[in-house]
């Protein structure tokens, strides 16, 4: 299936449940949530699970399975994104006064900002359905894995070569970062909680059906 960048494609067949793929994956789908930058449910969101690329779920169960053998977990934030999520991001960031959420995920910035700086962009390699926001929780103690900055912190602390952290904390997110890696996902160098399969099916193609296990099953 292909199409051009102006597309947006509704059939669902090439993607799968991630829980489905690997239950072992904790998902705190937080785009579901209100506790996100906007502080509302996003639009397209209508369940808190995560989809992926049928290749991009088998690709992070093989990292899930390395991590398990040092005691870690996978914990996901956000998987495939509908295209309408990330319109609702762009007219938020452009028309939307609102900034009820800036003290915990943009205090250093204002708004206009996080398109100059990359954090949000008018079209999203998560809408392509193999790009994947998620952190490491260690097994033992339940807790996740302290990165140096919690996910979706729009700051310069949150970029993955940032040193001015602990070496734990760096180390943790090279950690995750060389797992991914292995599995053929590539980072960005502005989020430390983000990797896109490399390889990913639809390089061209931007879907908006809806976060939702049941519209896949059905």
Avoid at 192 to 204: I, K, V
């Amino acid at each position: 299936m292909r199409a051009d960048y102006t597309s947006e494609v509704m059939d669902p067949s090439g993607f799968v449940v991630l829980a489905d793929y690997d239950p072992q994956i904790i998902q705190e789908i937080r785009y579901y949530s209100t506790y996100n930058f906007i502080g509302e449910r996003i639009n397209g969101y209508e369940e808190p699970c995560a989809l992926l690329t049928r290749e991009a779920a088998r690709a992070l169960k093989e990292v899930s399975s390395e991590l398990i053998v040092q005691g870690l977990r996978l914990k996901v934030f956000d998987a495939y994104r509908p295209a309408r999520a990330v319109r609702q991001f762009v007219l938020w960031g452009i028309e939307d006064q609102d900034i009820r959420m800036k003290p915990y995920f943009y205090p250093e910035l204002e708004k206009q900002a996080l398109f100059a700086e990359g954090y949000i962009a008018k079209q999203s390699s998560h809408s392509r359905g193999s790009a994947v926001d998620l952190t490491l929780l260690d097994m033992e103690t339940g807790k996740e894995l302290d990165m140096g900055s919690p996910f979706d912190l729009f700051s310069e602390v949150s970029h993955p070569d940032y040193r001015a952290i602990t070496d734990e904390q760096y180390e943790n997110r090279m950690t995750l970062r060389r797992a991914m890696l292995r599995y053929g996902f590539e980072p960005i160098d502005c989020e430390w909680w983000h990797f896109r399969l490399g390889n990913e099916p639809y390089p061209e193609t931007y879907f908006d059906f809806p976060v939702s296990a049941s519209y896949l099953r059905r």
